[in-house]
């Protein structure tokens, strides 16, 4: 069983930085691809950020691109998501997730944490 915790959110204003940590158990990178979706309220979640744990390929969302930056630390079982010059829009809650590798990043898949909000205010 896959579990996955997420931390690192919280306010800042627009321009700033933050870092997102997600911290797995059960060997999250056997599973193919680890992932970072977002959820603004009232909308519905979407793909932010992936990596493919064979060869830290990496795939962005074109909102995120050139801002945002995915990554692991295999030994920590940890992936992260840097953000940079956020803007007001990124406001959401920011979910960690973990799937098979070649499944859509546009699928509701695999194993997700409980989210952690990152507010950006302008």
């Known amino acids: 069983q896959v579990q996955l915790v997420e931390s690192g959110g919280g306010s800042v204003q627009a321009g700033g930085s933050l870092r997102l940590s997600c911290l797995g158990s059960?060997?999250?990178?056997?599973?193919?691809?680890m992932a970072w979706y977002r959820q603004a309220q009232g909308d519905q979640r979407e793909f932010v950020a992936g990596?493919?744990?064979?060869?830290?390929?990496?795939f962005y969302a074109d909102s995120v691109k050139n801002r945002f930056t995915i990554s692991r630390d295999k030994a920590k079982a940890t992936i992260y998501l840097q953000m940079n010059t956020l803007k007001s829009e990124d406001t959401a809650v920011y979910f960690c997730?973990?799937?098979?590798?070649?499944?859509?990043?546009?699928?509701?898949?695999?194993?997700w944490g409980q989210g952690t909000q990152v507010t950006v205010s302008s």
């Open positions: 059960g060997n999250i990178f056997n599973s193919g691809a």
């Open positions: 990596l493919i744990s064979d060869d830290d390929t990496t």
């Open positions: 997730n973990s799937r098979r590798r070649g499944t859509g990043w546009g699928r509701d898949s695999g194993y």
